[in-house]
């Protein structure tokens, strides 16, 4: 299953040891239908190598995953668990590549690489351009 909506909250990242190994797990709420009067909220665990750590809220996400149901004690517990998180640009639009949500004005020491026919100093310091 798969479903588009936006991120409000990142919930602390889980960590354990079982028979199996050691094991990660962190939970995101997504917003469904945040248009609507009353929009729906859904808890998506993501497991291990499927924890991505550079979302932030506010993101849109669209996440495949699988619904599972499992007794335990006579309860039923039912978990979405995701296989594949990736952001889009906005509802209903392609995924963003993870390249393009880079900020490269956040590199500084990679200045010279983003901008290399630049110089350091700014063109309107020189008079010559700007003659007034």
């Given at each position: 299953?798969?479903?588009?909506?936006?991120l409000?909250?990142?919930?602390?990242?889980?960590?354990?040891?079982?028979?199996?190994?050691?094991?990660?797990?962190?939970?995101?709420?997504?917003?469904?239908?945040?248009?609507?009067?009353?929009?729906?909220?859904?808890?998506?665990?993501?497991?291990?190598?499927?924890?991505?750590?550079?979302?932030?809220?506010?993101?849109?996400?669209?996440?495949?995953?699988?619904?599972?149901?499992?007794?335990?004690?006579?309860?039923?517990?039912?978990?979405?668990?995701?296989?594949?998180?990736?952001?889009?640009?906005?509802?209903?639009?392609?995924?963003?590549?993870?390249?393009?949500?880079?900020?490269?004005?956040?590199?500084?020491?990679?200045?010279?690489?983003?901008?290399?026919?630049?110089?350091?100093?700014?063109p309107?310091?020189?008079?010559?351009?700007?003659?007034?």
């Amino acid at each position: 299953m798969e479903v588009t909506g936006r991120l409000i909250q990142i919930l602390p990242l889980q960590s354990g040891e079982s028979k199996n190994g050691v094991w990660k797990k962190q939970d995101i709420i997504l917003e469904l239908n945040s248009d609507a009067a009353y929009p729906k909220k859904l808890c998506v665990s993501m497991w291990n190598d499927k924890i991505i750590s550079d979302i932030m809220e506010g993101s849109i996400l669209k996440v495949s995953f699988e619904i599972e149901s499992r007794e335990y004690n006579n309860k039923w517990y039912t978990n979405i668990k995701a296989w594949k998180v990736e952001e889009v640009s906005e509802l209903g639009q392609t995924p963003v590549p993870k390249d393009a949500k880079k900020d490269f004005f956040l590199d500084a020491p990679d200045k010279e690489k983003n901008f290399p026919h630049f110089d350091s100093d700014l063109p309107f310091d020189n008079e010559e351009i700007m003659p007034f």
